[in-house]
């Protein structure tokens, strides 16, 4: 009898919706089994693993480059902090070292520098900095002075279309942080997020011309992770006479078309000492 009654019952659901499939096994016994239901999509685990180190990786950010001595963690001058204190803020809840060792050593860009050091004043501790892009004054953070164009051949900044409007006119800013970010290199086909120094946001080039740049007494330097870091001019901006070609990115590099002649004509209509020291006096 049972047996004929969920046979029917078979027969019954077999063209019915899901929703109603589900509806139905509604009251009947753990032993039924509707083979139509609907499953929940998976969440995959890397998809989750990825988004917990990029939470991980923009907390450190923050505290390290930014607001870490506003927020109780003491940074020495060399930008190194103690993880014991940078894992006590609240940004930190629920992150243990391993976490933070993962982050560090699945960072392609090279962000931060994990280290351990043992002081019998202070004890034993592991030390964490940020290698570049700092807003705090970091005194020594063991950069390399650069004094040939021959020591870094290539130095390039990605920005936005958007942004390349403004830069054309005034130049690269640093904005609030203590220099600005060159990358060494770029490649055809390759995502631009690999590089150190360049975001993957960055649709347009921007080459500079170091040597003409270092003969006007203009700065350069190469962090721990190879990024090049320029503080700019008195006002922190490499104008747009150091530019040695512009490209835009898409499927392939494209030059930037009379992107020299965008810069000479707006480089006539205004005052770029002027304008450059607005944009410096409202950082």
Not at 147 to 168: C, F, M, N, Y
Not at 196 to 204: A, C, D, L, N, T
Request: hydrophobic share 35%.
């Amino acid at each position: 009898m049972f047996s004929n009654l969920f046979r029917s019952l078979g027969t019954a659901t077999h063209n019915l919706p899901c929703s109603a499939i589900k509806q139905s096994s509604r009251g009947y016994g753990s032993g039924t089994i509707i083979s139509n239901s609907v499953r929940k999509p998976k969440i995959r685990k890397y998809a989750v693993e990825t988004g917990r180190r990029l939470r991980i990786s923009k907390s450190l950010s923050w505290l390290l480059r930014h607001q870490g001595r506003f927020e109780g963690i003491h940074i020495r001058s060399d930008g190194y902090a103690r993880i014991q204190d940078v894992l006590k803020h609240q940004s930190m809840r629920n992150v243990e070292f391993l976490d933070i060792e993962n982050v560090i050593k699945k960072d392609s860009k090279g962000r931060f520098t994990l280290t351990y050091e043992g002081d019998r004043s202070e004890g034993d501790h592991w030390w964490i900095r940020a290698n570049q892009g700092h807003s705090i004054e970091a005194a020594d953070l063991e950069l390399e002075r650069i004094g040939s164009a021959d020591r870094i051949p290539v130095a390039v900044h990605g920005t936005t279309e958007e942004a390349w409007k403004l830069i054309s006119k005034q130049g690269i800013s640093r904005m609030t942080r203590n220099h600005i970010h060159l990358a060494q290199g770029f490649s055809e086909g390759v995502d631009p997020k690999v590089f150190s120094g360049i975001r993957k946001s960055s649709r347009i080039l921007i080459y500079i011309d170091v040597e003409k740049a270092l003969a006007d007494g203009i700065k350069f330097y190469l962090s721990a992770n190879g990024v090049v870091l320029c503080p700019g001019d008195e006002y922190g901006f490499l104008e747009p006479k150091y530019f040695q070609r512009v490209e835009s990115v898409t499927k392939t590099l494209e030059p930037v078309q009379e992107w020299d002649r965008q810069v000479a004509e707006t480089s006539s209509t205004i005052d770029p000492t002027e304008d450059r020291l607005k944009a410096w006096s409202q950082r």
